[in-house]
Structure formats: structure tokens, C-alpha cells
């Protein structure tokens, strides 16, 4: 689930222009179809943006078969004004697509751009009224209190990390591989300097040593936030064995033509409801349930460091040593998401 679009609302209402329906990014390796109005509610989006900015489920006819002329933001370095990049040719082209960043200079917003995207990421967003009941349901089914795991071990997404990992077994392996595609998994020199910079999934194992190190009890109820196929999972169960997710707690009829979003919607709404919420990755959908969690006061909130497992494990700490320092690596972290969570929003803005 992919909050970029939410730039592109506040600058709309900057720009004055009118905004086309959000899309989720598409991405091949990712194997998803489902679209924006699959999980949240347009009605609902359309409505709470109303005074804001303009926002059409469609292209009017006479752009609707023409191409936009593509402003691709994302590649430009450090912060960038969207008044002096994006208006100018706005203002030529009058339809333009462009590729959000998350390094523009909001110091330059007028209150009410920022309160529109302020609305969009906040107060617009709410799931359809199925995925709503189901997430219901299923938060009423889990054992309180809980922490909400958000895992990322699936082979899509260790494929994509180009990754070199010993001991799996062999099932995990040829997952793997089925789901590497043309990214070639890194060898030698290189793979241990993309490890220690914390650019490699955290296993199942590694996220239960991090666990303990933390002194998070054995038998705390986990509800596991994850994709299908995780792998080697029992190095996580074999050390917390309270461990539920989607497909234990609700029956098979739930899941029935759900795809990757409205699954990972579930798990978006029962990871910003939980008690705590600890993520093994920086992902998009962790940013926006960190953001969220901050939003409603709810500051347990933890990032796992793959980039301090990494370093201290390739430093040859051990046992007591390890857990000691994985402790001093996260200390500090514990109240996250603040700085994803858009300050600027925790305020009430009224036009």
C-alpha cells in the first residue's frame, strides 16, 4: 500500500488544479492488480476532500485519450520547491503526471496546501465497509494485549533484495530462486557491504534474537503482519509461540478473491489498533501505520535494525555480547513515526 499520492493532494490544492483518483504503483514483481478503490472508500476520499481539492474518478473525455506530459520529481537530489518545478509546467501543459518526493520543501506550502494533504492522509483515508468489518473482526479475535509483527520474508520480497542468505532449507531456497527473476543475487564483497547497510530482510530467526534481546517476553501474543509464503517461519514460533495470523483467525470464505492490498489492508488495520507495533522493515505500509500510530498518540512503535544486526554480526558478537548490543542499537528507537507522520498535521486546520 503506497502513500505517495498523498503529495500529490497537497499540491493540487496548491496548484489549484483538479486531481485525478489515486492509483497504487504497479509493479510487476509484486504480482498485484488491485486498485485504490479496492481497499478505501472513494466515496468517502472524494467527500472529505471536498473543499479541499477537486477530486474525479476519471479523466474528463478530452484528456482522457491524450498522453500527460511526465514530471518525474523522484530523481531529483535533495529538496526541491514544487511551486518553482512542477507549477511552470502545469501552467504550459495544463495535464501532467507526476512522480511524487518526499524531499519537497513543505516549508513552503500555504496553510491550506497543507492542510489538504493533511486531509488526504489522515481524515480521507478509510478502508471500504468490507475490509473495515473483516479487519473488525479480526482484531476482536486476537488475545490482548498484543504486538503487531510486521515480517517481511516472503520470496518476492527477498528476491527483490538481492540477498545472499546460508542455512535456509531448501523449500525456501527454490522459492527464492522462482521469484528472482533477472535480479541476481549479490556475492562476496559486495553482499556483505549491502548487508551492513541494512539493505537485507531480516529472517524469522534473526527477528526472534532482536525480540528477546529487547526483553520482549516469550509468550506475548503475536499477530504476524505478513505476505503470503513467509518463509522459515519456525525460527520465530520455535522461541514465541503465540503467534496468530489472518488465515488462523478468520475462515477460508474471508479469503476469498482478496489479492496482496486488501490482505495487507487487514493487517495495515490491525497494525495501527495494536498495542505495540514492531517492524523488521522500512516499507511503505509500516511508514503509513507508523504515521498513523503517531497521528492517534500510539508511540509504541519500533523499526528493527537490519543494519545493527548486520554490522554486529559481522563483528562476531555472540550470545550475551550480541543480545547487549542489540539492546544499546535500539534503545533510543522505541517511539518512532513522528518523522514520517507529517507534524504539520497534528493540528486541526479548518477552511
Same mark, same amino acid.
Given at each position: 500500500m503506497r502513500r505517495d499520492f498523498c503529495d500529490g493532494v497537497g499540491i493540487a490544492r496548491l496548484l489549484n488544479a483538479t486531481l485525478v483518483l489515486p492509483k497504487f504503483e504497479v509493479a510487476a514483481y509484486w504480482n498485484e492488480s488491485s486498485g485504490f478503490g479496492d481497499v478505501f472508500d472513494v466515496e468517502y476520499f472524494i467527500q472529505q476532500k471536498d473543499?479541499? /481539492?477537486? /477530486? #474525479?474518478?476519471?479523466?474528463? @473525455?478530452e484528456l482522457a485519450s491524450k498522453e500527460p506530459f511526465k514530471v518525474d520529481c523522484? &530523481?531529483? &537530489?535533495?529538496?526541491?520547491?514544487?511551486?518553482?518545478?512542477?507549477?511552470?509546467?502545469?501552467?504550459?501543459?495544463?495535464?501532467?503526471?507526476?512522480?511524487?518526493?518526499?524531499?519537497?520543501?513543505?516549508?513552503?506550502?500555504?496553510?491550506?496546501?497543507?492542510?489538504a494533504l493533511c486531509q488526504a492522509c489522515y481524515s480521507a483515508l478509510r478502508l471500504t465497509s468490507t475490509l473495515e468489518k473483516k479487519?473488525?473482526?479480526?482484531?476482536?479475535?486476537?488475545? &490482548?494485549?498484543?504486538?503487531?509483527?510486521?515480517?517481511?520474508f516472503e520470496p518476492d520480497m527477498v528476491a527483490y533484495s538481492q540477498c545472499e542468505y546460508s542455512g535456509l532449507s531448501p523449500t525456501a531456497i527454490q522459492a527464492i530462486e522462482s521469484a528472482r527473476g533477472y535480479r541476481k543475487c549479490l556475492t562476496g564483497e559486495e553482499a556483505h557491504l549491502w548487508r551492513n547497510r541494512g539493505k537485507c530482510p531480516l529472517t524469522p530467526n534473526e527477528t526472534a534474537i532482536i525480540?528477546?534481546?529487547? +526483553?520482549?517476553?516469550?509468550?506475548?501474543?503475536?499477530?504476524?503482519? @505478513? =505476505?503470503?509464503g513467509l518463509m522459515e517461519l519456525e525460527g520465530l514460533t520455535s522461541v514465541y509461540a503465540n503467534v496468530f495470523t489472518k488465515s488462523t483467525l478468520l475462515s477460508s470464505e474471508d479469503?476469498?478473491?482478496?489479492? =496482496?492490498?486488501?490482505?495487507?489492508?487487514?493487517?495495515?488495520? /490491525?497494525?495501527?489498533?495494536?498495542?505495540?507495533?514492531?517492524?523488521?522493515?522500512?516499507?511503505?505500509?509500516d511508514k503509513m501505520v507508523a504515521a498513523m500510530r503517531a497521528f492517534k498518540g500510539l508511540y509504541k512503535t519500533l523499526f528493527l535494525s537490519r543494519r545493527g544486526f548486520?554490522?554486529?554480526t559481522s563483528?562476531?558478537?555472540? =550470545?550475551?555480547?550480541?543480545?547487549?548490543?542489540?539492546? &544499546? /542499537?535500539?534503545?533510543?528507537?522505541? #517511539?518512532? =513515526? #513522528?518523522? +514520517?507522520?507529517?507534524p504539520d498535521c497534528f493540528c486541526e486546520f479548518k477552511l
Open positions: 473543499g479541499f /481539492v477537486q /477530486v #474525479v474518478k476519471e479523466l474528463p @473525455a523522484s &530523481k531529483r &537530489k535533495g529538496s526541491f520547491d514544487y511551486v518553482e518545478t512542477v507549477l511552470p509546467l502545469l501552467l504550459e501543459h495544463h495535464y501532467i503526471s507526476f512522480t511524487p518526493a518526499m524531499s519537497q520543501r513543505r516549508d513552503r506550502y500555504p496553510w491550506y496546501a497543507k492542510a479487519g473488525s473482526e479480526l482484531l476482536q479475535a486476537i488475545p &490482548k494485549p498484543f504486538l503487531s509483527l510486521h515480517l517481511r525480540l528477546q534481546a529487547l +526483553s520482549i517476553p516469550t509468550d506475548t501474543n503475536i499477530y504476524l503482519a @505478513a =505476505g503470503d479469503f476469498e478473491n482478496m489479492q =496482496g492490498n486488501t490482505k495487507a489492508a487487514l493487517d495495515y488495520y /490491525v497494525s495501527i489498533n495494536s498495542d505495540s507495533y514492531v517492524a523488521t522493515y522500512f516499507g511503505n505500509m548486520a554490522v554486529l563483528q562476531g558478537l555472540k =550470545g550475551n555480547s550480541l543480545m547487549e548490543a542489540l539492546w &544499546k /542499537v535500539h534503545r533510543d528507537d522505541f #517511539v518512532m =513515526g #513522528v518523522g +514520517s507522520a507529517l
